[in-house]
């Protein structure tokens, strides 16, 4: 990924694990936010660390996505109740699940031209 942290268009996942992200030809280490307006490194290691504030940029992009896609990590956990009626006010639907299901999720809707975001957390091993 350039230097900025940032790819400025949307792309497939070719892989996941050890801690990061393939895509475009290039390798990324950390989490990855997958948005309309391109791929950018996405300073979130946990799912508490799940905030409208580390979600910025989604609320940012909300008029151009339908679906978000959340990838919690290698588990599954609850995220705040809260932060899930936000994204519904913004007419977002959420799907928050371990992050290889998201991966698998967000390729096959960026394939069919869905308005798709994704809040992938890095994991070290892929399933």
Not at 20 to 27: I, K, L, V
Not at 37 to 57: D, F, H, I, K, Y
Not at 78 to 103: C, F, M, Q, Y
Request: with cysteine; aromatic share 6%.
């Amino acid at each position: 990924m350039p230097a900025e942290g940032h790819y400025p268009y949307q792309a497939p996942i070719d892989a996941y694990g050890n801690g990061g992200f393939r895509f475009a030809g290039m390798s990324h280490r950390g989490s990855l936010l997958c948005l309309p307006t391109g791929m950018r490194a996405w300073n979130v290691q946990q799912p508490a660390e799940l905030t409208r504030e580390s979600l910025a940029p989604v609320f940012a992009a909300a008029a151009d996505i339908d679906v978000l896609l959340i990838g919690l990590g290698s588990d599954i956990s609850r995220i705040d109740p809260s932060l899930r009626e936000a994204l519904r006010t913004e007419k977002i639907i959420v799907e928050a699940i371990a992050t290889g299901g998201a991966v698998r999720t967000y390729n096959i809707l960026l394939g069919e031209q869905r308005a798709v975001a994704a809040a992938l957390i890095a994991v070290e091993r892929a399933r």
